[in-house]
């Protein structure tokens, strides 16, 4: 079974911190995404990246970076988290072909206070 | 740029009522998914549709694609609470396919 596993199930972070959230997936797959889930607006793709070290701009990148480093591992980063920023985190990764499902990681729910 | 457009955004029935949930695209379509989010979930893949006028059957759960693949159904035959979450369709960006487009989900609620 395909495995994409989230550092963190829930965490609190204060204005201003800079905060990192961890995806790992064991199956070898070439795209890595990350998206946010809020109530009403679905699945919002932040960033994502389709080789090592390779990364494109979702449609809100605004105030996130990504890091991936390894092919397994994929980073997101608040670099100065604000309140709006509070969300529902999903994490996704994807073969490379193009008929390939997306499995998705658990999920963390961040709460900037 | 490229959207899904998924109605409706909620659905209530009554235990052993049908529901369909519709997707329509912009653009044509490369393939669609479906995706189940149970709550307190995360979403995942039901299956995948990729010919033209393509229908697929998973028990009570029938799929089906559009003539122009711009459009995608999802009906559900006489629900169960089991079938309570929120489903996705997302298709296959034809000019990026390394992206699916999500459409925004409908939520379904089934009154035992």
């Known amino acids: 079974d395909v495995k994409v596993t989230q550092s963190s199930r829930y965490l609190v972070k204060r204005t201003g911190e800079k905060v990192f959230l961890e995806c790992v997936q064991d199956?070898?797959?070439?795209?890595m995404f990350w998206y946010r889930q809020d109530p009403g607006l679905g699945l919002r793709l932040i960033y994502f990246?389709?080789?090592?070290?390779?990364?494109e701009k979702g449609d809100i990148p605004e105030g996130y970076s990504v890091s991936r480093e390894k092919k397994e591992r994929f980073s997101l980063i608040l670099e100065s988290a604000s309140t709006n920023q509070t969300s529902m985190y999903l994490c996704?990764?994807?073969?490379?072909?193009?008929?390939?499902?997306?499995?998705f990681g658990q999920g963390t729910r961040l709460t900037v206070v | 740029g490229q959207q899904v457009m998924q109605i409706p955004q909620y659905q209530h029935v009554q235990e052993g009522e049908d529901f369909t949930t519709y997707c329509n695209s912009s653009?044509?379509?490369?393939?669609i998914q479906w995706y189940k989010q149970r709550p307190g979930g995360h979403p995942v893949f039901l299956i995948q549709?990729?010919?033209s006028g393509e229908v697929k059957k998973q028990k009570r759960l029938t799929f089906q694609f559009g003539e122009a693949k711009k459009n995608s159904s999802l009906h559900i035959t006489a629900t169960q609470t089991t079938d309570v979450g929120t489903y996705f369709c997302?298709?296959?960006?034809?000019?990026?396919?390394?992206?699916?487009?999500w459409g925004l989900g409908t939520s379904l609620a089934v009154n035992p």
């Open positions: 997302a298709g296959l960006d034809a000019g990026n396919n390394r992206k699916l487009i």
């Open positions: 653009t044509t379509l490369s393939n």
């Open positions: 549709l990729v010919k």
């Open positions: 199956m070898d797959h070439e795209n």
């Open positions: 990246s389709y080789d090592v070290k390779m990364k």
């Open positions: 996704a990764s994807r073969r490379g072909q193009l008929n390939t499902e997306a499995f």
